[in-house]
């Protein structure tokens, strides 16, 4: 997500497949726009626990890899924060 967000090169995600998954998925609220996608990702974010997300995300980063870029503050900064 940090990558993804921090680069202004990236388009917006594929609203219609994004809903979809979400859809497939259970996701009970409204479909995302590219007005809301960012809000609804902050929102989800703040219910996780940090300790949980990194022990999600470490097997992707390599045994060096220093967790404290993905500090919750960082990636809600860059979701309201469009490069």
């Known amino acids: 997500?940090?990558?993804?967000l921090s680069d202004a090169e990236w388009p917006e995600p594929n609203?219609?497949?994004l809903n979809n998954a979400l859809q497939q998925t259970g996701w009970a609220g409204k479909p995302l726009s590219e007005?809301?996608?960012?809000?609804a990702v902050g929102k989800?974010?703040?219910?996780v626990s940090y300790e949980n997300l990194v022990e999600d995300v470490m097997p992707?980063?390599?045994?060096?890899?220093?967790?404290?870029?993905?500090a919750?503050?960082?990636i809600i900064r860059l979701l309201k924060n469009k490069p």
């Open 72 to 74: 919750k503050e960082n």
């Open 35 to 39: 007005a809301s996608w960012r809000a």
């Open 15 to 17: 609203m219609e497949l």
């Open 60 to 70: 992707f980063l390599g045994p060096d890899a220093n967790p404290e870029g993905l």
């Open 1 to 4: 997500m940090i990558w993804y």
């Open 44 to 47: 989800r974010l703040r219910s």
